[in-house]
C-alpha cells in the first residue's frame, strides 16, 4: 500500500545552523511531493514542493531534494531560526489525494 | 491576504448526533478538500470535492460523511451520526488547480463524548 514515513520523529539544532528533515515514500508512481510546516494550533503551512521530473528545488532558505531511485525526499532549512520551530510534514500525491507523512517536530535550541 | 476560514473552531457533540462543519474556501479557488488529524498522529485524506462533486474519497470517508457546497462561498463537511472515533481536528483546504499548493484552514477541533 501507500506510506510516507520519516525518519525521525524529533530534530533539535541549533539556532543558526542547517537543518534536514528527511522523509522516505513508498510509492514510485507519486509524481508531486510537499512539504508543510504545521505550528502548534494551526493548520498546514506550504513550504515547498517538487514535482517529480526534478530532483531539486530552492525556495528561500530552504531546499527540496528528491532521489526518486531510494524514494527519498529531504528539506533543508538553513540558517535555523526559533521560528522554524514546528512540525514539518511532507506529502506525496499521483491524484489530488496528498498522503501526509507521521511529522518532525523541529526544535531550534537558542 | 486570502484564507480559508473555519467555524466553529470547537465543536462538542454527543455521540450519535449530527454535526455539520463549515468552511469558506478561498474566493478564485476550485478545489476544496477536508482532512483530519487525531491528535499527535499525521494528517489524514478525507475527500476532494470539484465542479460540485466528489473527485476523491478515502475509506474513512463513509456513508457517514457528506460534503456539500450550498452556495458560491461555504463548503461544509456532515458527519451524520457521530462516533468516539470520530474526535479529531478537521482542516478544511483549498486549491486554484487540481496539483498545486494547498491553503489550510486553521481546523475545527471535533470532540465527541
Known amino acids: 500500500g501507500e506510506s510516507v514515513g520519516l525518519h525521525l520523529p524529533t530534530l533539535s539544532v541549533q539556532e543558526g545552523d542547517n537543518s534536514i528533515i528527511n522523509c522516505a515514500y513508498s510509492?514510485?508512481?507519486?509524481?508531486?511531493f510537499i512539504w508543510y510546516k504545521q505550528e502548534s494550533g494551526k493548520g498546514p503551512q506550504f513550504i515547498i514542493d517538487?514535482?517529480?521530473?526534478?530532483d531539486k528545488r530552492q525556495g528561500q532558505r530552504v531546499t527540496v531534494l528528491l532521489n526518486k531511485t531510494v524514494k527519498h525526499l529531504s528539506l533543508q532549512i538553513a540558517a535555523t531560526q526559533p521560528g522554524d520551530s514546528a512540525v514539518y510534514f511532507c506529502?506525496?500525491?499521483?491524484?489530488?489525494?496528498?498522503?501526509f507523512g507521521t511529522g518532525t517536530r523541529l526544535k531550534v535550541l537558542a | 491576504e486570502p484564507e480559508v476560514t473555519q467555524t466553529p473552531s470547537h465543536q462538542v457533540t454527543q455521540m450519535g448526533q449530527e454535526v455539520i462543519l463549515r468552511c469558506v474556501p478561498i474566493?478564485?479557488?476550485?478545489?476544496f478538500y477536508w482532512y483530519r488529524q487525531i491528535l499527535g498522529q499525521k494528517v489524514e485524506f478525507l475527500v476532494s470535492?470539484?465542479?460540485?462533486?466528489?473527485?476523491?474519497k478515502s475509506e474513512i470517508f463513509d456513508d457517514q460523511f457528506s460534503v456539500e457546497r450550498p452556495d458560491g462561498s461555504n463548503f461544509t463537511l456532515k458527519i451524520r451520526s457521530t462516533k468516539l472515533e470520530d474526535s479529531a481536528m478537521y482542516f478544511c483546504?483549498?486549491?486554484?488547480?487540481?496539483?498545486?499548493?494547498?491553503?489550510f484552514g486553521s481546523g475545527t477541533q471535533l470532540s465527541v463524548l
Open positions: 483546504a483549498s486549491s486554484e488547480a487540481g496539483r498545486g499548493e494547498l491553503f
Open positions: 510509492n514510485s508512481a507519486s509524481d508531486y
Open positions: 517538487i514535482r517529480s521530473n526534478m
Open positions: 506529502a506525496e500525491s499521483r491524484t489530488y489525494k496528498y498522503i
Open positions: 474566493s478564485n479557488h476550485l478545489y
Open positions: 470535492f470539484y465542479n460540485n462533486e466528489i473527485s476523491e
